[in-house]
């Protein structure tokens, strides 16, 4: 699994009209500006306001309860150490209008990328509306989008965030180095001083608050977890981690390829290639077993290279083609060490069929049987189709936020330096310090690019000791990258989510 892992995801807009000066931070009011103010001050040439808003008010029935709410659609300046905007974040605020503000949770919500925008969670998961999808999460036509009966807004307030150049967040001036931006600790920086901003301007400094981030987003989260706490004095209740990177926790070639086998299971028992015997056990009572086998044999055998004996080797490789459904003799042939590229374009080679990066579910068709790796990501393929029209339409015709900016669903942020990534040990140092920090992990079973072994080996990793373990949950599902696409899995997990943020509210002092 790479470090930095070009994955999911974000969405929003940009107003345009003529340029404002941006206001110093201190004294910036709300702006409430109408679309049909917006389309008044247009001017011939596309300009960028990185400080305008949109209001529409709305209803959403979620498990049977009427919530009326307000979603706030604009831009908010990122301020430079002279109190100059030098960017404009696109942000969606939802905000329950029928219960009091007061210490009502505030989650703020981070896709990944790092060149993605937050449209994936925005739609697919938390927000107020539903993308249409089928129940396993494929696109459907006629696009469109509908009520989310298990969004989160009926227990908190949520704002979804696009990094520069996702959605529609932009740089003001070209003059602005890009460096302030496109990196692990650049990221986690200007994003803690936009947190800050948001969250004075609108008043949420007493609502205990969560960040939510998935694949690069957890990346994102476990960084600023700290960061907000050493740099803004801003202490958080929850994490919430879904489908995470390796935060910077070194593995070693050899660790990285045992890490695997889990996953490789795991999608080998979707698809069938396992014999009877495993076949024919839940998923959950599988896998146990391929994890112990990873941790005690496989590992150390990988370790030991070429000292390793020829006979203890073809006995590793027999197991190993047992669990990933893989022949013996391929495995034998890549000395125990399969790579992801490799799986997804062997394990159905002989149907004609890779299998998806992201979500092993999804099958791609190569222009070539032959190969060691797929053509095309399938699952992303399909997502891009499925997400691309609706958060285009919603955004316009729901919100009422118009413009003629592009939506980056990705957007370049090359080049990314991705030096000095301790985003891991960010983390565990911000729940150490702060003892309402509480953690929450969602993987996917069928997620080849962020696994689901290597989100608990994180765990194992960041807290060696086991004194966190009582505030630290993991939780898999039958799904993949973005378990929530999966019906079945959306309900179970907002529910988590739910239980998550209430148990996290503490009644007592913070103190060990």
């Known amino acids: ?35 049909a103010d917006a389309r008044k001050n247009t001017s011939p040439d596309l300009s960028f306001n990185p400080d305008a808003v949109v209001t529409t008010n709305h209803t959403v029935t979620i498990k049977g309860q009427k919530v009326a709410y307000k979603a706030i659609a604009g831009t908010l300046p990122v301020w430079d150490e002279d109190g100059k905007a030098i960017a404009g974040l696109f942000y969606t605020y939802y905000e329950r209008t029928d219960a009091a503000k007061g210490g009502r949770p505030l989650v703020i919500s981070f896709n990944g990328g790092p060149g993605s925008a937050s449209v994936w969670m925005h739609i697919g998961y938390t927000g107020p509306v539903l993308l249409n999808i089928d129940d396993e999460g494929y696109p459907v036509q006629p696009y469109g989008y509908k009520e989310n009966p298990y ?97 910077g926790i070194e593995r070693g070639t050899a660790t990285d390829a045992a890490l ?68 013996q003799q391929v495995i034998l042939q890549n000395n125990l060490d399969i790579s992801a590229n490799l799986f997804w374009k062997e394990l159905l080679r002989n149907e004609g069929f890779t299998i998806g990066r992201l979500d092993s579910r999804y099958k791609g068709i190569d222009k070539r049987d032959g190969g060691e790796r797929p053509d095309f990501n399938a699952e992303l393929t399909a997502w891009l189709h499925a997400f691309t029209p609706p958060v285009n339409m919603y955004l316009r015709n729901e919100l009422n936020y118009k413009t003629d900016y592009p939506y980056n669903v990705f957007g370049s942020v090359w080049p990314w330096d991705n030096n000095n990534d301790r985003t891991g040990e960010n983390l565990r140092s911000a729940m150490s310090a702060n003892p309402y920090l509480h953690l929450l992990v969602q993987s996917g079973y069928y997620d080849g690019a962020c696994d689901y072994f290597n989100a608990k080996y994180n765990l194992w990793q960041m807290d060696p000791s ?28 907002t529910e988590q989510i739910r239980a998550f943020i209430r148990a996290s509210i503490p009644s007592k002092a913070a103190k060990y």
């Not at 290639?273 to 839940?282: I, N, R, V």
């Not at 599988?286 to 086998?293: G, I, R």
């Not at 086991?466 to 959306?490: C, N, P, T, V």
Request: hydrophobic share 45%.
């Open 1 to 35: 699994m790479n470090k930095l892992i070009l994955c999911c995801f974000a969405a929003t807009l940009v107003v345009f009209h003529t340029a404002a000066q941006a206001p110093k931070p201190a004294a910036a009011p709300v702006k409430q500006e109408t679309a």
């Open 260 to 327: 695997r086998l889990p996953y490789f299971a795991a999608t080998a028992w979707y698809h069938k290639k396992l014999a009877a015997t495993f076949q024919q056990k839940e998923l959950e009572a599988f896998l146990p077993e391929v994890e112990d086998f990873t941790m005690n044999q496989l590992l150390p055998a990988l370790n030991k290279g070429s000292l390793l004996e020829e006979a203890a080797k073809r006995s590793i490789a027999e197991k190993m083609a047992a669990y990933s459904g893989l022949s």
């Open 151 to 247: 969004s989160i807004l009926d227990v908190a307030d949520i704002v979804y965030v696009d990094p520069v150049n996702t959605g529609y967040s932009r740089i003001v001036g070209k003059d602005v180095p890009k460096t302030k931006f496109f990196g692990v600790n650049a990221d986690i920086k200007y994003l803690a001083d936009w947190i800050n901003t948001f969250v004075t301007r609108y008043d949420r400094w007493g609502s205990p608050k969560y960040l939510i981030g998935e694949s690069y987003g957890t990346t994102r989260v476990s960084g600023l977890a700290l960061e907000l706490q050493q740099a803004h004095w801003m202490y958080l209740n929850g994490v919430i981690l879904v489908s995470p990177t390796t935060l």
């Open 466 to 493: 086991g004194r966190l373990k009582d505030r630290i949950q993991w939780a898999g599902f039958r799904s993949g990258h973005m378990m929530y696409l999966r019906k079945e899995d959306l309900k179970t997990s």
